[in-house]
C-alpha cells in the first residue's frame, strides 16, 4: 500500500457517522499525513487521530506508521497547500497528495490549479 497525504477540505456541513467512515477509510487506505481545512476541521483532524488509534488497537506503532493529522480553520487554502507541498513531512516518504473536496459543488480545476501553484 502506498502511503499518502491527505488534504480534506470541508465545504459542506457532515455528518458525524459520515466523518467518521471517511476518517477510517483514509487511515486504512494509508494516509499517514492529514490536513484539515475548512468547516469542521478540528473534528475531522479529532477523527482522523481516533480512527488511528483504532486502527493501531490503541498500541504503539512505528514512527514510519504513524498518522499525523493538522487542523488549518485560521489559515487561507493556499497557505494549506504550500505547507503540504513544501513543509508537510513524515518519518515515510509521502509522494502522492490526495485532496478529498466536501462540497455541495465541485471545482475540481480551480483546486487542481491552486494547488499545482503553491
Known sequence: MTAFKAI?????????????????????????YALAWGGQCEAWRESIDDAALEAADYEDVPE????????????????????????ASHARELH?????????????DEIEAEFRDA
Request: hydrophobic share 40%; net charge negative; with cysteine.
Open 8 to 32: 480534506v477540505m470541508v465545504e459542506a456541513e457532515v455528518p458525524e457517522t459520515t466523518r467518521w467512515d471517511v476518517s477510517r477509510w483514509l487511515v486504512e487506505s494509508g494516509c499517514k
Open 64 to 87: 514510519e506508521e504513524q498518522v499525523m493529522a493538522t487542523a488549518h480553520d485560521d489559515e487561507d487554502l493556499s497557505e494549506v497547500f504550500w505547507f503540504a507541498k513544501h513543509r
Open 96 to 108: 502522492e497528495t490526495l485532496i478529498l473536496h466536501i462540497a455541495e459543488a465541485p471545482r475540481r
